[in-house]
């Protein structure tokens, strides 16, 4: 989900489990999402996108769900590897104005052993 | 492949000082290209973006400027910084709009 203040929320899971990373966008006009995984003192690496004309997509592990009734976008990783160990951000492209993406807060995922 | 290149990767500047941030993209042709800022603890801010050489379009007022000198090469720059423009930065590239964008390492910078 979304934070408030300077503070990443926080999703620990343990090893080998599943794990579900959620996101809140604002525009429901919104037609094109991405997650990213970002490591520490690293750029945001590509993870998977969906357009508004689709649920859901699935990719190696990885899952994204778009709910455009709730605007909710999730992130299902399976079985969740210490690699996977690092702050998610889901990002949508409004359409209009500005080019870019607007990005969500991000949630930190820690793989316990 | 396409390659973006960023640097450098850490910067520790005192304040008043100028800025200069570069950033190419070898592999392709006429990106999208992008300035992002992100606060500690923060999700990423939009600062500048360019579909083209010398256009710019920029999103938030601040103390920064960018300029596209080349069709690849994006550059973020300052007069004279202030403390608050501390922060990690990161250059980016997409094709469309519309597509995923491709990141930098990114640049610490520490204004002190």
């Known amino acids: 989900g979304e934070s408030v203040g300077l503070h990443l929320p926080t999703l620990s899971v343990q090893e080998g489990d599943n794990s579900i990373i959620n996101c809140a966008y604002s525009?429901?006009?919104?037609?094109?999402f991405i997650w990213y995984k970002q490591e520490s003192g690293k750029g945001p690496q590509f993870i998977i996108d969906i357009r508004s004309n689709m649920d859901k997509r699935q990719g190696q592990r990885v899952t994204v769900l778009l709910n455009k009734t709730v605007k909710h976008l999730s992130l299902q990783i399976a079985a969740t590897q210490p690699g996977d160990s690092a702050v998610y951000f889901c990002a949508e492209k409004r359409p209009g104005g500005a080019d870019g993406l607007t990005f969500g807060k991000g949630t930190h995922l820690i793989i316990q052993p | 492949s396409q390659t973006i290149h960023q640097w450098p990767a850490t910067l520790v500047q005192p304040v008043g000082s100028p800025l200069s941030l570069e950033c190419t993209v070898e592999?392709?042709?006429?990106?999208?290209l992008y300035w992002y800022r992100q606060a500690a603890g923060r999700g990423l801010q939009l600062l500048f973006y360019s579909v083209g050489i010398g256009q710019i379009s920029s999103e938030v007022p601040q103390n920064l400027s960018a300029s596209r000198p080349q069709d690849r090469q994006f550059i973020l720059s300052s007069k004279k910084l202030l403390l608050s423009d501390s922060g990690f930065y990161l250059c980016?590239?997409?094709?469309?709009?519309?597509?995923?964008?491709?990141f930098g390492q990114g640049t610490r910078l520490t204004v002190v």
């Open positions: 980016a590239w997409s094709v469309l709009p519309n597509t995923e964008a491709f």
């Open positions: 592999g392709t042709s006429n990106p999208n």
């Open positions: 525009n429901s006009a919104s037609d094109y």
